[in-house]
């Protein structure tokens, strides 16, 4: 599933802007396709400009019959009648997604013989500075077995002792589901912490969840900015 809403407030319309001559969404859709991994993909979106996009170049999308403040919720309610194990969000703005990272995300379902894990997500290893530091840049901390302990915006760990070799991994937005914890988000309140860090993947933490994050050396282009437009557009050619 591919959450789209039309409207982005650092980047408006940005899953419509060009790259290399169709829009970022349909790159999007077209690469998770391209993976091979699923049953069906769709594009699940608030905007009839998205939809009809999609549908035009031969692919499956779904309108949102709601108003939702994140991918999770919009997910959620394109799924309720869905027969499926396993829901993978693949983040709308990722037109490099690679099948490797999403077969990781799968395979930690496959090999939970126990049915344990709610979620697994992907982390990839970050040193540049200005990426730790920046907000837009998602952080997260792991125990010993890969488990997340929190996300933040700001930089975790806080390298308290200066010369440490600190690691710092990004959170890259794809998250794979069992269908239970997806409803389960749906019915669950905001709580304070996901309010103030404004990140949804805190909810299933506050709730008990347990988020299994895999790490990836694919850091591939979120387009979250002009910028980083500029930047895909380079990539792709």
Known sequence: MIPARYAASRFP??????????????????????????????VVTDSDVIFDTIKAEGGKALKSKKEHDCGSDRIAEAVTDMDAD???????????TDRESLAGVIDVFKNDKEKEIDLASLMVRIKDEEEIKNPNT????????????????????????????????????????????????????????EATEKIEAIRYLEYGKKIKMVETTVTGIEIDTPEDLEKAQAAWK
């Open 13 to 42: 319309a940005k899953l419509m802007q060009d790259l290399s001559g169709k829009p970022v969404i349909v790159r999007t859709y077209q690469a998770a396709v391209k993976t091979g991994l699923f049953d069906a993909v769709y």
């Open 86 to 96: 396993i829901i993978v969000n693949v983040q709308g703005d990722e037109p490099f």
């Open 138 to 193: 998602v952080k997260v901390i792991v125990d010993h077995e890969n488990f997340a302990l929190y996300f933040s915006r700001s930089p975790i760990p806080y390298p308290r002792a200066k010369g440490d070799d600190t690691v710092y991994y990004k959170h890259k937005g794809i998250y794979a589901f069992r269908k239970r914890a997806l409803m389960d988000f749906q019915r669950l309140p905001m709580l304070q912490l």
